[in-house]
């Protein structure tokens, strides 16, 4: 909000435009995909990273090329003028691009133009009252808008012959009934535009970075501002701070959305109610008193809200047409209404000021608290993790997202009203340092209003950072995915997701056990990842995993030793961040030559090794050769093999009881045997020449 706070936005945004190896993301949550959806067909398409700004970018002072558009935003088949200037004069391009996931590269390039004859456009001098610096300037181009372009941002990226560049921001609307409507922080965009940066002239709603003589403000800020003149800076205003991020891992994740900006909710807010839900994310502070009511009517109405960002609706403004008398081309906020010539519900202080007493909470939750400087944000505290926004995301009291707080928060304030509701629950209790040096705390919040929608607030600007690694700040956090599609899929899918039953393991059983590796299998009644730690005793010490969520569960174990007891147990946990772990179990490895196996299966199907196995009931106990063997002899509780055999085979397979004419294996009645330790010698005479003896020791517990 202060000098301090805001000033590093300009310089963040030029990190922000420069590499595309600031573009690495964390996968997006599972979300179901409509073969209809316009979004996932758009991002199927070829995209390009030649969006981004190359090294020669364009300054405020010299005005190498700068550009504006004739709305914030355009209907298909809609006509879109650009007002561009060149300095020196010299021909120019624009590259328009669509914003979105493509597979990463973060927008499509649609259309090329040029090259184009530019002009060095007239100065642009700001009003000595009101400081409104409205450029006026002629039309360069007219880009008719074609029928195919998907709703979405688009960038203008403009380019002079001499290689500088800089943007142009606009949104091409659809009108369709999309299950989201994306709203684009236009209003607040043009507020903190101090176009032209030259500290000479350059004027925004702000007394920081405001130059030039005092206006009726008092200061030199102005108490109006123009959409008919360039952004100051890259030419974006705060689009990549915040919104991109966004905007890339929601398309990643295929919702069905549209786009608009907040000039279009200002001018016609029942297009709200097309969709079941209205999204504002970023930074979204400067909202008109039309904008408010719009949100307040779509919720009373059922459509759901989410602020994915802080400080959202805070001032109230006007908007009054330009001197071409094209509506809503100037933004009034004098922020005193001493001195605003408007009285009444429409004065342009705080919603929250007592003149108008409107306070923002009253709609999302929360409201303003504080901010801190732009690159100090801190870590994101849960409280009520157990509440359904936090469904899968293995999140715990206490438990902390970093870095996704700030740089402004909002708070839940109980000096002022909280909204009319049916439920409200604060989700987040993150502490921080005010930039002033104060101690105060961040909540996110969700609330059910009486008409069944729900509302949710993220309470700070950067919510959009755990989404999306974009700008380099590697904050994305697959917790705070998921915690995002929960909302998305609760708004889309009416209806708030149901946990599953609780998380069981049941049938844990080692098979295909060998001389160096063996597999572990079970059954969970939900689909749940794998684990299996195991070791020569019960401190395990290793494990091997599997992430892939099953209801059968298979995992592999390889480079164990020979003849070995090995000690195992299983571990699953489910989407719902349910874990079961099961008891302690052992398995033997087979000999170095040959060995002794048990089976539940007269086929001798899923053997194990005998040595150490408990066992009850009937059995079936075999010897492992296939060939090479012409006689086993085989002696129970007699492991000097003195005496006759307790069986003896001349051909294989060799089993302990004999085998039947069908070929599968006799049982062995483990009820006629004593509970305790036993062994079974075998042995083994080889054509070969010399005999192979083995000995396993196992136990009877009927």
Not at 391 to 409: L, N
Request: with cysteine.
């Amino acid at each position: 909000m202060g000098r301090r706070f805001a000033r590093r936005v300009g310089a963040c945004l030029l990190v922000a435009v420069f590499g595309f190896g600031a573009l690495s993301s964390i996968g997006p949550s599972g979300t179901a995909l409509a073969a209809d959806n316009p979004i996932v067909t758009e991002n199927l398409l070829p995209g390009s990273s030649g969006w981004q700004l190359g090294g020669l970018v364009a300054s405020d002072a010299t005005g190498q090329i700068k550009g504006y558009t004739s709305a914030t935003s355009v209907s298909q088949g809609g006509d879109l003028s650009l007002y561009v200037s060149v300095n020196p004069v010299q021909t120019y391009s624009v590259d328009f691009f669509r914003v979105g996931w493509y597979g990463g590269l973060g927008a499509r390039l649609r259309l090329h133009v040029g090259p184009l004859n530019g002009v060095r456009q007239s100065a642009c001098v700001p009003n000595a009252t009101t400081g409104l610096n409205a450029c006026g300037w002629p039309a360069s181009y007219t880009l008719t808008i074609p029928a195919d372009w998907t709703s979405g941002v688009y960038l203008g990226l403009l380019t002079n012959s001499q290689g500088y560049q800089n943007y142009l921001l606009f949104v091409v609307r659809d009108g369709r009934p999309a299950t989201f409507l994306y709203q684009q922080s236009a209003t607040t965009d043009q507020a903190y535009n101090n176009y032209p940066n030259d500290s000479a002239t350059g004027k925004s709603l702000y007394t920081y970075n405001s130059y030039g003589a005092a206006t009726v403000a008092g200061d030199p800020r102005a108490v109006k501002v123009s959409f008919d003149r360039p952004y100051s800076g890259n030419g974006a205003g705060l689009f990549f701070a915040w919104e991109l991020q966004f905007i890339r891992w929601i398309e990643r994740s295929g919702y069905d959305v549209t786009y608009s900006t907040d000039v279009d909710t200002h001018a016609n807010g029942a297009a709200l109610r097309n969709s079941k839900a209205f999204l504002s994310v970023g930074h979204d502070e400067y909202w008109s008193t039309e904008m408010r009511d719009a949100a307040e009517a779509a919720r009373d109405a059922g459509v759901h809200l989410a602020f994915f960002g802080g400080d959202d609706a805070a001032w109230q403004i006007r908007f009054e047409s330009s001197a071409a008398s094209v509506p809503n081309r100037v933004i009034v906020c004098y922020k005193d209404a001493t001195i605003d010539p408007v009285q009444g519900p429409t004065t342009t202080v705080k919603f929250g000021d007592p003149f108008l007493n409107r306070p923002e909470q009253s709609l999302m939750g929360v409201m303003f608290a504080s901010s801190r400087n732009w690159d100090a944000t801190v870590d994101y505290v849960v409280t009520n993790s157990s509440h359904w926004v936090y469904a899968g995301t293995g999140f715990k009291d206490g438990d902390t997202v970093r870095g996704i707080v700030g740089y402004e928060m909002d708070r839940y304030w109980s000096e002022f009203p909280a909204p009319v509701a049916t439920s409200r629950t604060l989700l987040g209790q993150s502490p921080y340092t005010t930039g002033n040096g104060l101690p105060d705390v961040a909540n996110s919040s969700i609330y059910q209003a009486p008409s069944g929608a729900w509302v949710f607030a993220a309470g700070t600007i950067s919510w959009s950072w755990g989404l999306d690694n974009f700008n380099g700040h590697a904050f994305a956090d697959a917790r705070i995915q998921q915690t995002t599609a929960n909302i998305l899929n609760a708004f889309q899918n009416a209806g708030i997701p149901q946990p599953p039953p609780a998380l069981q393991i049941t049938g844990v059983q080692a098979t295909n056990v060998a001389l160096t590796s063996a597999t572990i299998g079970w059954q969970t009644n939900n689909t749940a990842n794998s684990r299996v730690d195991y070791g020569t005793t019960t401190g395990y010490g290793s494990f091997a995993t599997s992430a892939t969520l099953v209801n059968t569960h298979s995992v592999a174990l390889s480079g164990l030793a020979p003849r070995t007891i090995y000690h195992y147990q299983v571990t699953s946990v489910d989407a719902f961040a349910q874990s079961v772990t099961s008891a302690d179990a052992t398995f033997t490895t087979a000999s170095s030559t040959f060995d002794l196996f048990v089976s539940a299966a007269a086929n001798r199907s899923a053997p194990s090794a005998l040595q150490g196995q408990t066992v009850a009931g009937t059995i079936y106990v075999f010897t492992s050769p296939a060939s090479g063997v012409t006689r086993v002899r085989f002696w129970l509780d007699n492991p000097q093999m003195s005496g006759t055999p307790r069986q003896t085979e001349g051909a294989g397979p060799w089993d302990f009881a004999g085998t039947a004419t069908n070929g599968t294996a006799n049982p062995t009645n483990t009820t006629t045997i004593a509970n305790g330790s036993h062994t079974i010698t075998a042995a083994i005479d080889k054509s070969a020449g010399g005999t192979d003896v083995v000995t396993a020791t196992f136990i009877v517990g009927n």
